[in-house]
């Protein structure tokens, strides 16, 4: 069965900084890959996603994520966090066949001023 | 996020009662999915079901149950049956599970369950 592994359970940075959560996963064939965020108090929202093409993915709310698929990896990037980028962050995989996401189990990010 | 309903918001319930948790999608989605979140485990699938009156096990179904009499709604059972209730319970849907590598999945605002 295939997993997702979040190196990271809580990340504390200051603002500007810039952040990287890993993500890897054990499939080896082909997948698509999600980064979900949990912002405190709503809904789990789709961060950025990856099908196929230009392995750097851009996103929403200037979040990045690079498919490496020698190392099965789509780690999440973003240069300079803000507070508001406090969240849970998930990394979702998904193989080609008709199956459901399989999530990590996600990294709390903790920006402060 | 938008067009998926879950109620109430907070629960409590007593050991050994059965409790339904509700889910509701206008968003005309065939799949539809249910994880329970815990603290440090990530979201982990309890049933999911890809069209009406069908419906399969996810990885910790024990002491859940699920019905789809109707392609809006994907109601979940915790019965007594299930050891450790207390969770946070999200709700979700895609276009359909085949395409969904292709179709966001979407989630509801969650349930979060005491069970005292």
């Known amino acids: 069965a295939q997993s997702v592994s979040q190196h990271n359970h809580h990340v504390i940075l200051s603002e500007a900084a810039s952040l990287e959560l890993g993500c890897n996963y054990s499939y080896g064939g082909t997948v698509n890959l999600f980064w979900y965020v949990q912002y405190p108090g709503q809904h789990l929202q789709l961060l950025l996603k990856?099908?196929?093409?230009?392995?750097l993915v851009k996103g929403i709310k200037g979040f990045e994520a690079e498919f490496i698929k020698s190392k099965f990896s789509f780690n999440l990037r973003k240069p300079s966090v803000q507070w508001s980028d406090t969240a849970e962050y998930f990394c979702a995989v998904i193989n080609s066949g008709n199956t459901p996401l399989v999530f990590g189990k996600g990294t709390r990010l903790s920006v402060i001023a | 996020d938008g067009g998926i309903t879950q109620s109430p918001k907070y629960l409590f319930r007593k050991e050994g009662q059965n409790v339904t948790l509700s889910c509701e999608q206008n968003?005309?989605?065939?799949?539809m999915y249910w994880y329970r979140q815990d603290p440090g485990q990530g979201l982990r699938l309890i049933y999911y079901s890809q069209i009406v009156n069908d419906f399969q096990k996810g990885d910790i179904a024990e002491g859940y149950s699920v019905s789809r009499e109707k392609k809006e709604s994907f109601p979940l059972t915790v019965t007594s049956a299930q050891k450790n209730p207390t969770a946070f319970y999200l709700c979700?849907?895609?276009?359909?599970?085949?395409?969904?590598?292709?179709?966001?999945?979407?989630f509801g605002p969650g349930t979060r369950l005491t069970v005292l």
């Open positions: 979700a849907s895609s276009k359909n599970v085949r395409s969904q590598g292709t179709d966001t999945q979407y």
């Open positions: 990856y099908f196929s093409g230009d392995p």
């Open positions: 968003l005309n989605h065939d799949a």
